[in-house]
């Protein structure tokens, strides 16, 4: 195993496994994220099994870890209406069963918005939709992702996050996605006390489960509930703060996203400076 931050960002689908794949190695990237279909929805168009084979053969030869797809932001698996969660189930289903062409990944969702039902609601929905999805055999990990509690977001507490796990059958099969701009903009202060925040992911929730990080900074202040990323070192988290993410002993091991309002080049420029910053003391994830 190489020893080097594993770093990323979110890369346009459009062109495939293979482009995606190319793209992240040109930008010293070995991980990336990327939507499973239009991040508004909608149908997805069919998976080429060449490009997939193509893009395996490249992944490996060029040492890219486990990617994290993420499902479109529109899904809403806690929706009041019906046709709405059910749209949400069919759509987790069908990327799922998509995903497991690339097995050993992870796929990361939004758990939703409750829209007035109240977060019990919205948990015992989210959860739902999890059990309705979820196969025993299946070679995806799905991520949690924890949330900034912009409107009626559910997932906007450590302890919600856990809530919805609590209630799904098949658990191996879940994890949580941790998003440096939404726990901040949920009140958790990364700045200020790293250590007991991590420690009380790890009460709540168990370090274990946790596998992937969004290293966005924030434009908002700490427990704003906006939900708006910054690039890094240019919001209210700041450099030096998601330093200490990335360099954290029971995080530096974790592949980290960046979902930075950034073109091409900028992304170049943040993984070089990340990677500058990478000095990892002893692991003990
Ligand atoms: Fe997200
Ligand atoms: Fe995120
Ligand atoms: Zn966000």
Redesign the pocket.
């Known amino acids: 195993m190489k020893e080097q931050l594993r770093i990323g960002n979110h890369l346009s689908s459009s062109g495939g496994y293979l482009a995606m794949g190319e793209e992240a190695v040109s930008l010293c990237a070995d991980t990336f994220a990327f939507f499973t279909r239009n991040p508004r929805g909608g149908k997805a168009k069919e998976i080429d099994p060449k490009d997939v084979e193509a893009f395996l053969a490249f992944k490996k030869k060029n040492e890219i870890g486990a990617l994290v797809a993420?499902a479109p932001y529109t899904l809403n698996p806690c929706a009041a209406k019906d046709n709405l969660r059910t749209f949400a189930r069919e759509t987790m289903a069908d990327d799922l069963r998509r995903l497991e062409l690339t097995p050993g990944n992870y796929y990361?969702f939004h758990p939703g918005s409750h829209v007035g039902q109240g977060a019990q609601t919205g948990i015992e929905l989210c959860a739902a939709l999890l059990n309705a999805v979820l196969k025993p055999g299946q070679h995806t990990m799905v991520l949690i992702?924890t949330m900034s509690g912009k409107g009626s977001e559910i997932g906007r507490t450590f302890q919600e996050v856990r809530a919805i796990r609590d209630r799904v059958e098949l658990k191996d099969h879940v994890g949580v996605?941790l998003?440096t701009?939404?726990i901040w903009d949920g009140g958790y202060d990364i700045v200020g006390h790293l250590d007991d925040v991590v420690a009380e992911f790890d009460d709540v929730l168990g370090l274990e489960n946790l596998k992937a990080i969004?290293l966005?900074d924030s434009m908002n202040a700490r427990g704003s509930h906006k939900d708006r990323h910054a690039r890094i070192g240019e919001g209210e988290i700041g450099l030096e703060a998601l330093v200490r993410v990335i360099n954290h002993p029971r995080l530096c091991r974790l592949p980290f996203?960046l979902?930075t309002p950034n073109e091409h080049e900028g992304y170049a420029k943040e993984i070089a400076l990340l990677r500058s910053h990478w000095q990892p003391g002893e692991d003990h994830g």
Do not use: G, P, R
């Open positions: 993420h990361n992702e996605c998003d701009c939404h969004h966005n996203i979902e």
